[in-house]
């Protein structure tokens, strides 16, 4: 009789969830309106925030905060192929002359998505040789492991341990002050790109090194300038430029630029990796970050050389009344459990 008892309190109680779970999400799925915003760059041109507002054949519309029309001439730089296809790009802008390999060339897009970071994976990371004997970036023979108090070098083809490799490496690292276990790995360890820059990292003390494979040899380097910073969120760049090596988030959620020469640029952008999605588009003249939530986004406009704050803009997302319950799985991560 006891057991028939709380068959029933549990089977009451697994309906109520159920109806918990399913009623608010076939109300959110009738009521709420699909939403979305318009691609919006920084304009060299313009000097301002555009947003493309109509895109129909070859014609196109972009508006500037101020409300003004604009044609795909306000951002020469993103549609340099189109407007030079028609002999419309111009000669110079700003002063300084362009060229259609030079805006290729400068051209960076970059993103990062929560769900990449809130996630767990496996302590393994895959080894380029950044130096090919062809040229050409290949798959990779080695992978790091990360251990508490070492990394180790493993040959993924036999999965035995590189010895005497992770020796040389283990002892360069602490000859650069780094401390065990690492903490932080960014790379991007695929041969679908034109070089490789191997790993940015950071140490028990949150002090950011390089970690690069060149000819068969981890080279290992470190970043003064970034010492006491906190840094918790790293991402490599590799941009066709060379004008950056990677992006740098401190404990204040501040971005820092990371130049390839070991300088550390301090930018306006705010920025929490874990609960925002980041979106990067650089140019010659000017980069246009946006992070953005289910809130809404925010934009700046920093120029390119020196990474200084030109402008900012913030668009809010219409407010919809959604109605609350009991759902298992989120957009900021990979995880199925019970929220509210």
Known sequence: MLMKRYGQIFLIFS????????????????????YSTPFTLYSCTVHDFTSLSRSEGRDMEFIDTKGNVHGDEAQPMFYASVLASRGALPDSIEG????????????????CDPKDLN???????????????????????DAMVSRKGSIDIIEMASNTLREEKTRLFNQAL??????????????????????????LLTDARDKVFQIKQVNDTIQVRHFPQADGLGIHFMLIT??????????LVDREDRLHILRP??????????????????????????YTVKTSTDKGE???????????LVA????????EKSFPGLGFTSYNDAWVRPRL
Do not use: C, Q
């Open 15 to 34: 309906i109520a969830a159920l109806l918990f779970w399913v009623l608010p999400w076939l109300y959110n799925l009738i009521t709420l309106k699909p």
């Open 96 to 111: 300084r002359k362009v060229t259609l390999e030079e805006i290729e060339r400068n051209a960076v897009i970059a993103s």
């Open 119 to 141: 996630r767990t994976l496996p302590p393994v990371y895959l080894l380029l040789e950044s130096v090919p004997e062809r040229l050409e970036l290949k798959d990779p023979e």
């Open 174 to 199: 602490k000859a650069e002050g780094f401390e065990y276990p690492a903490r932080f790995f960014a790379g991007k360890p695929s041969h679908r790109k034109s070089y490789d820059e191997g790993y």
């Open 238 to 247: 590799e941009f066709e430029n060379h004008a950056t090596l990677g992006y």
């Open 261 to 286: 020469d070991g300088e550390v640029v301090k930018t306006e952008v705010f920025y929490h990796p874990h609960e925002e999605d980041l979106l990067v588009v650089g140019d010659m003249f000017y």
């Open 298 to 308: 925010h934009f700046w406009a920093l120029r390119s050389g020196d990474f200084s």
């Open 312 to 319: 900012t803009m913030d668009r809010p997302y219409p407010e």
